[in-house]
């Protein structure tokens, strides 16, 4: 980093204008021809090296992953969360009681991460934490954005915001988590600035300033990570992401407990269409005894948790779970995109073709895992993603749901 900021200075003086291709910090992406001054650029440089000094932290041990990713392993007390002044000095909190009805013989398989296929692995004591680089910074509509979703007039039903979805939800009680499976797809995504995922959202507050939420799933985002790879993320936001919040850990707040799962890294296998299928599992359920919100991944393995102090709504329970599909339709070319959510297929495909969520649950009071009820289907645009709910002795509660985006009916 040293001999680039001498590298900047130097060609600042042989130049009047840089040609490094950033983006503004208004937000903006810059036009092919036009660049910033130096001073600028300089200027921006600084803060991005101030902002990956801030977030990468010393590690112990590093890891090459295959697609390029650097896994650096991160004494637990180190880690982002405890730059928090809430949490500054604290470690991480043991595990807490799971939801009773948890049943570990007979859950989703855990499905694996492509860092950890070398052999290697994280000692104990520290977590994995995938290294935020230049190239990920820049690649953000500004700075003070990276790793943020985009500000926006939240609306369930998410007409005009660019937002799409295929999603089942239940309101109407109070929850205190909820829990399914759902296989991972590598969906195509044809902008560089829309994301396609599947998650499961715990929401509480209004759909407006004060939206709070806890999200986790699976993404595919080239803004984001800079490929098409399907990964493990966490989101959570307090005032309906427009300041607080972000993904993974790349901000204070959630804290990691596990150090097998980096939240952020490509998942390995993936489902195929007419062929095998991959899952993962995930439950977000609050502790009775702290009150704090705690992610599982696959069956057994406890990632960590989101401090009940950093929602307000949240704070004592949620009023909505929602589980399902989201893209990004930026309609850059004029039309709508053909980002494909989950398989890229249609619901009524089925089995071994389109996207599922299975063995939907959710959390009661008493920190009970229950059958959903009063349960509701969206697809705010069915013509280009669409669900198809059902329900067996096997899966109980499940739906498919996904979609090509642009198509004949979907101009």
């Known amino acids: 980093m040293r001999l680039l900021v001498v590298f900047l200075l130097v060609v600042s003086f042989l130049s009047p204008v840089l040609s490094l291709s950033i983006v503004s910090d208004s937000g903006h992406s810059l036009p092919a021809n036009q660049t910033l001054h130096p001073a600028a650029q300089l200027h921006k440089l600084k803060r991005v090296t101030a902002y990956l000094t801030k977030i990468n932290k010393p590690a112990v041990k590093t890891i090459q992953s295959p697609d390029g990713d650097v896994i650096d392993c991160v004494l637990s007390h180190l880690q982002p969360a405890f730059d928090h002044p809430d949490l500054r000095g604290q470690k991480p909190l043991d595990p807490p009681e799971r939801p ?23 000692p104990e004591g520290t977590v994995p934490i995938r290294r935020t680089t230049e190239k990920d910074v820049l690649r953000a509509s ?5 790793g943020r979703k985009p500000r926006r007039h939240v609306r369930r039903d998410s007409s005009g915001s660019g937002h799409e979805h295929a999603v089942l939800f239940v309101n109407g009680d109070q ?37 709070n939420t806890i999200e986790a799933g699976w993404q595919v985002s080239p803004e984001l990570y800079g490929d098409n790879n399907p990964r493990f993320f966490t989101y959570w936001t307090t005032d309906a992401y427009q300041a607080t919040g972000c993904y993974n850990l790349l901000c204070s707040g959630f804290v990691q407990t596990n150090n097998r799962v980096a939240i952020g890294a490509a998942i390995s296998p993936r489902s195929f269409y007419n062929g095998r299928q991959f899952d993962i599992g995930l439950m977000v359920w ?17 990632v960590g948790y989101w401090p009940a ?19 990004v339709n930026s309609r850059s070319s004029g039309y709508h995109t053909s980002t494909q959510m989950g398989s890229g297929h249609f619901a009524e495909e089925g089995f071994r073709k389109a996207s599922y969520f299975r063995n939907l649950q959710v959390v009661d009071w008493d920190n009970n895992l229950l059958p959903l009820s009063n349960l509701h289907l969206l697809a705010d645009h069915s013509n280009c993603y669409d669900i198809k709910q059902g329900r067996n002795n096997v899966w109980g509660t499940y739906f498919y749901y996904g979609g090509p985006g642009r198509n004949v009916r979907c101009p």
């Open 100 to 122: 009773k009805g948890h049943n570990t013989t007979n859950t989703v398989g855990e499905s694996y991460q492509l860092w950890a296929q070398s052999g290697e692995s994280c």
């Open 142 to 146: 500004s700075i003070g954005r990276y």
């Open 175 to 211: 929850y205190y988590g909820a829990k399914a499976g759902l296989n991972v797809w590598a969906p195509q995504v044809t902008d560089q600035y829309e994301f396609s995922l599947s998650q499961i959202w715990v929401i509480s507050g209004s759909f407006g300033n004060d939206l």
């Open 286 to 302: 609050k502790d009775p005894k702290h009150g704090h919100w705690w992610l599982q991944f696959g069956s057994r393995l406890l």
């Open 309 to 327: 102090f950093l929602f307000s709504h949240l704070r004592s329970h949620a009023s909505m779970v929602q589980f399902g599909g989201e893209i």
